[in-house]
């Protein structure tokens, strides 16, 4: 008997996680040149009766600096109060986005992207983008339960020559071009 209860209650819990919704960073990984923008979509799946939301974001302040949060397509036009949230470079966080419906009535229940983060890279290394404190509420304001999947960005170093190596690479092609011509050596095929 003991067996049969333990085995309704994990089906539960696994019926109850499979019925979750997902709120996720994208791009899910990837990997840029220092001094190159990032932006990236916080996005929500699988879930019915979005009512309301609130979550942060952490990153790493030696490799990026947050700029800006813009309301997502999801709530865009119908949400009553977008809070893009504080951003703290320092720390590498940005609390408080959020956004909320007003009066009666359904919750959205299309999965879409809740907002987007503007970040500037300034170092190189590697930083994971995590999602903290998230509420997803419906229209009763009712918790709705949901995976967070974070992302990961490596910022690397430039991958060609600095500006000024171009200058020096052009005066030494100038330079020998200018040598050949004064020795009648001939540059080139043929």
Same mark, same amino acid.
Not at 46 to 65: H, K, R
Not at 78 to 89: A, L
């Given at each position: 008997?003991?067996? =049969?209860?333990?085995?309704?209650?994990?089906?539960?819990?696994?019926?109850?996680?499979?019925?979750?919704?997902?709120?996720? =960073?994208?791009?899910?990984?990837?990997?840029?040149? =220092?001094?190159?923008?990032?932006?990236? *979509?916080?996005?929500?799946?699988?879930?019915?009766? &979005?009512?309301?939301?609130?979550? *942060?974001?952490?990153?790493?302040?030696?490799?990026?600096?947050?700029?800006?949060?813009?309301?997502?397509?999801?709530?865009?036009?119908?949400?009553?109060?977008?809070?893009?949230?504080?951003?703290?470079?320092?720390?590498?966080?940005?609390?408080?986005?959020?956004?909320?419906?007003?009066?009666? #009535?359904?919750?959205?229940?299309?999965?879409?992207?809740?907002?987007?983060?503007?970040?500037?890279?300034?170092?190189?290394?590697?930083?994971?983008?995590?999602?903290?404190?998230?509420? =997803?509420?419906?229209?009763? &304001?009712?918790?709705?339960?949901?995976?967070?999947?974070?992302?990961?960005?490596?910022?690397?170093?430039?991958?060609?020559?600095?500006?000024?190596?171009? &200058?020096?690479?052009?005066?030494?092609?100038?330079? &020998?071009? #200018?040598?050949?011509?004064?020795? #009648?050596?001939?540059?080139?095929? #043929?």
């Amino acid at each position: 008997m003991m067996k =049969l209860i333990r085995i309704a209650c994990l089906s539960v819990v696994c019926c109850v996680a499979a019925f979750a919704g997902t709120i996720s =960073l994208q791009p899910s990984a990837t990997t840029l040149a =220092l001094g190159n923008p990032l932006t990236v *979509d916080v996005n929500v799946s699988g879930v019915s009766d &979005l009512y309301a939301f609130q979550f *942060d974001i952490s990153f790493n302040p030696a490799v990026f600096t947050a700029s800006g949060v813009t309301e997502g397509a999801l709530f865009s036009g119908i949400g009553v109060f977008f809070s893009p949230g504080f951003i703290d470079n320092t720390a590498g966080t940005i609390t408080f986005i959020g956004d909320s419906l007003s009066g009666p #009535g359904p919750g959205v229940s299309t999965n879409g992207t809740l907002a987007t983060i503007t970040f500037n890279s300034i170092g190189t290394g590697s930083s994971s983008i995590d999602l903290a404190n998230i509420i =997803l509420l419906d229209s009763n &304001l009712a918790d709705i339960a949901a995976t967070a999947a974070g992302t990961t960005v490596t910022v690397a170093g430039s991958s060609g020559p600095e500006p000024g190596s171009w &200058l020096l690479v052009g005066g030494a092609v100038v330079l &020998l071009f #200018g040598w050949a011509a004064k020795k #009648g050596v001939r540059l080139g095929g #043929g």
